[in-house]
């Protein structure tokens, strides 16, 4: 879902990456195809997202190029990253990094209470 062009500069980089990336869902469904995770259902089992939400996030990437939706002719589908996906894995990983370093998970914040 598009949000609101709010920005002055609608020339801005950062915001038209937020555009394509810059939802929760679509940051864990572009994780979790670096994974492996290739079929909606598997996306949907790992992420525990809305099946209607996930019908849109897969869209809007394959709609972007970010995701390819591949049909074998038997009926499996399949999504897999693009050359335009797989050129954000640093900033996946660097986003995984920053949260892993200053933002404990919940059994690290637990232990420190």
Same mark, same amino acid.
């Given at each position: 879902?598009?949000? =609101?062009?709010?920005?002055?500069?609608? &020339?801005? =980089?950062? @915001? /038209?990456?937020?555009? %394509?990336? !810059?939802?929760?869902?679509?940051?864990?469904?572009?994780?979790?195809?670096?994974?492996? %995770?290739? /079929?909606?259902?598997?996306?949907?089992? *790992?992420? !525990?997202? =809305?099946? @209607?939400? $996930?019908? &849109?996030?897969?869209?809007?990437?394959? *709609?972007?190029? %970010? $995701?390819?939706?591949?049909?074998? !002719?038997?009926?499996?589908?399949?999504? /897999?990253?693009?050359?335009?996906?797989?050129?954000?894995?640093?900033? %996946?990983? @660097?986003?995984?990094?920053?949260?892993?370093? $200053?933002?404990? !998970?919940?059994? *690290?914040?637990?232990?420190?209470?």
């Amino acid at each position: 879902m598009t949000l =609101p062009n709010t920005y002055t500069d609608g &020339n801005c =980089p950062l @915001a /038209r990456t937020l555009e %394509v990336v !810059g939802e929760r869902w679509t940051l864990m469904i572009i994780r979790d195809a670096f994974y492996g %995770v290739r /079929r909606f259902g598997d996306f949907a089992t *790992q992420l !525990g997202i =809305p099946r @209607a939400v $996930l019908t &849109n996030r897969l869209k809007s990437l394959t *709609q972007e190029g %970010v $995701l390819t939706r591949e049909d074998d !002719g038997a009926g499996v589908v399949e999504y /897999r990253l693009t050359d335009k996906g797989l050129a954000l894995w640093p900033v %996946v990983r @660097a986003l995984m990094n920053w949260g892993g370093l $200053l933002l404990p !998970g919940r059994d *690290q914040a637990t232990a420190a209470s």
